[in-house]
């Protein structure tokens, strides 16, 4: 059987986050990338008031040895702890209830060491590493500048410990760098469709992607890479259908191998500093509705070969909008915490209906938007939530995409509707249009947009 690791989850009293990844020393502040290229998030091990700083006397890199396959950053490695008036350091852990572990259950550790003192004379730093009162390393003496790795695995849900315990010839009490404690998971599922998987790590190399990502990236589905959507079938591996890159701060062409991932349905490559054109293939999938594809906030991007005509167009005094994603063919699915982006933290109500109440809001490109939420009081549920939804996905007009998303994010419903793209022959603006929207009868003929549509936008 195949198994994953999963880093262990368990809050002690000073660290700031629960994933068991740890370095040493008294710095409280995290490494990560650029520190670490793998972007491991290594945060510093709780205060113990007993232990100090081993002084870093030694100038230079820590290595890593040629087998060594975790490759730990230097910065990690010169971050080490020693005991200050003691010949040992004992640490141990449990497991939070989140982890649902059972008699069972096995985890798996790796500890990590370096001298980076220089060490004079006769003095001698040696100790015995004891993984739940078993020996797990006799009588080691870590070398100076060169990472030292051992792991082991213990089992059952109590408590565990480790101790790191000076022999009797040893002058200098034990160090330690760092430390690394995950659960062991059998592993029922199939691995990603390999050219999906393939396509992902071209992806991650290509950009750099400042996340967590390792590992397969569908399998297992509780743990599949972040802002990833995977489909699972009972007949076939898991398939890669969404992709979210937004907000990565990724500059350059947009590759045209992003177009080449065959079951990808949606991707996000919004505010970034993407420049250029928007590849054919993925403009085409677009086009064709068969991919979702947002674009937007990238000021160096433009949506055909054509860059140069709509650059100049948009120097224009005339505000016109240049709409980088072609029509919306499939609604997107916004998370809550963006609804509140959107609508800056709900401020604005323009109106209310037996859903609920309906707030102004802003995509990333200046496009206004009705933002529909339910109310908690509200004696609609999801059957009307949805007959909704697919009322308005019928909804068509010039001035009007009727609905452009919907959230529902555990308790959140709602409708994201682009009530109004800018268009410079009517000679509208935002407060116009809010004022339409108050008074859509009377407006109906000035923007050219159906009363009754108008008025879909607050009553259900």
Known sequence: MTHALVLLSFFRNTVKFGPNRYHFGTDDHQIRFPDDPRDRIWQKYEDVSEWTDVPDTV???????????????????????????????????????????????????????????????NALRQFDIILDNNTLVSAFSPIPMMTSVFSGIVQGSGSHGISLVATSISNLPPLISAMEIFVVRPLNESSTYSEDAHSMMIIQTKFSVKRNWAGDPCSPATFSWDDLNCSYTPHGPPRITGLDLSHNNLSGPIPDFLGQVPSLIFLDLSSNNFSGSIPTNLLQKSQEGLLTLRTENNPNLCGTDKCGLILNQSKRKTKLVLEVVPPVKEETRFKYKELKLITDSFKTIIGRGGFGPVYLGYLENGTPVAVKMRSQTSNQGNTE????????????????VSLIGYCNDKKHLALVKEIFTLNPSLGCNALTLRWTLANGNQQASKTGIPAQVLQSTIDP
């Open 385 to 400: 939530f949805l007959a909704e939804a697919q009322h308005l996905a019928r909804v068509h007009h010039r001035n009007l």
């Open 59 to 121: 100038n230079g890199i820590v290595q890593n040895s040629p087998n060594d396959t975790y490759n730990v950053p230097s910065a990690v490695m010169r971050s080490v702890s020693t005991p200050l008036n003691d010949s040992r350091m004992d640490l141990s852990w449990s497991s939070d209830s989140s982890m649902n572990v059972d008699i069972a259950t096995k985890f798996f550790v790796v500890l990590y060491f370096a001298e980076v003192e220089a060490i004079q004379g």
